[in-house]
């Protein structure tokens, strides 16, 4: 969805359109639940906190600013009840490796891939959550939303509501665990 659209649907939202506010939960629906996923490691815990982001994002949408993109405000949401769900103690219930790589079929509305694309991808999609596993709450949650959500520094400790230094920290020795672990 382009600014334009996007903007479009979001004043509706902000009018009281649930229409468009149903269009805004299609196009970053799945985006939030693999973020989650990769962060949370439990399907149900990763979609509850997708659920949550958008009661907590339909409640506010009317104090949403327009002239910002709506996707950082949902990832910020989305990371509060995310650290919330991991405060309860209720993360870390099922390993990565306790679900079958159907989660990702379930969530995606693509074509499906010829059998050589998702061997190889399922490989690939095992082998990254395999090495997230390996990493602490703290560690995986900076790498997913680095690498995954393409969000710099400065707003992961903005979202984090940690110091820059804090962020490259968590992140250069996660790297460093991960490398260790590929190797």
Request: hydrophobic letters at 40%; glycine letters at 2%; charged letters at 35%.
């Amino acid at each position: 969805m382009d600014r334009k659209t996007e903007k479009k649907f979001i004043l509706a939202a902000q009018r009281g359109d649930s229409e468009a506010f149903e269009q805004l939960y299609k196009e970053f629906r799945i985006e939030l639940y693999r973020s989650a996923l990769l962060v949370m490691r439990n399907p149900d815990q990763a979609e509850d906190a997708v659920s949550e982001t958008f009661i907590k994002a339909f409640k506010n949408i009317e104090r949403f600013d327009t002239r910002y993109p709506m996707r950082p405000w949902l990832h910020q949401i989305l990371t509060n009840e995310c650290n919330n769900l991991f405060k309860k103690g209720r993360s870390d219930v099922m390993r990565l490796d306790d679900f079958s790589t159907d989660w990702k079929e379930s969530v995606t509305d693509r074509e499906a891939p010829s059998t050589e694309e998702k061997v190889i991808g399922d490989h690939e999609d095992e082998q990254v959550r395999i090495l997230l596993d390996n990493l602490s709450y703290e560690h995986r949650q900076v790498v997913v939303m680095h690498y995954f959500q393409n969000l710099d520094l400065a707003a992961i400790a903005s979202m984090l509501d940690v110091p820059l230094g804090t962020v490259k920290s968590r992140l250069f020795h996660a790297r460093k665990q991960l490398a260790r672990h590929i190797d």
